[in-house]
Nanobody, 131 residues
């Protein structure tokens, strides 16, 4: 049985930091890339960052502030978020990306498309940035 479980969300003041975790149970890690997306109320789901075996992508809105990493032995993907701002407030989702096709495409196009290669999604974790 497969599952993606995100954790690490919470309430933080502007300028603060959070680290999100995504535990990928039942997945063969070397086969998969992973992506982090977010969705704010009333807005479309937005790609934030993704990681393959040799590819990493960041959306312009988070470049220089967020850092993605993975620990295949622990079946966990991380998103370190620094210098958080109110506009980062959203539900953050982890998704699998078989063979990192979505991340490779994002690296080439500059856009992470949630409607293509990312095929399995977690339930999300809420991040709220507020003073």
């Amino acid at each position: 049985q497969v599952s993606l479980v995100e954790s690490g969300g919470g309430v933080v003041q502007p300028g603060g930091s959070l680290t999100l975790s995504c535990v990928a149970s039942g997945f063969h890690m070397p086969y998969h890339g992973f992506g982090w997306f977010r969705q704010a109320p009333g807005k479309e789901r937005e790609g934030v960052s993704c990681i393959g075996s040799r590819t990493i992508f960041y959306a312009d809105s988070v470049k220089g502030r967020f850092s993605i990493s993975r620990d295949d032995a622990k079946k966990t993907v991380f998103l370190q978020m620094n210098s958080l701002q109110p506009e980062d407030t959203a539900v953050y989702y982890c998704a699998t990306d078989p063979l990192a096709q979505g991340c490779t495409s994002a690296h080439a196009s500059g856009v992470m498309d949630p409607n293509t290669a990312f095929d399995y999604w977690g339930q999300g974790t809420q991040v709220t940035v507020s003073s």
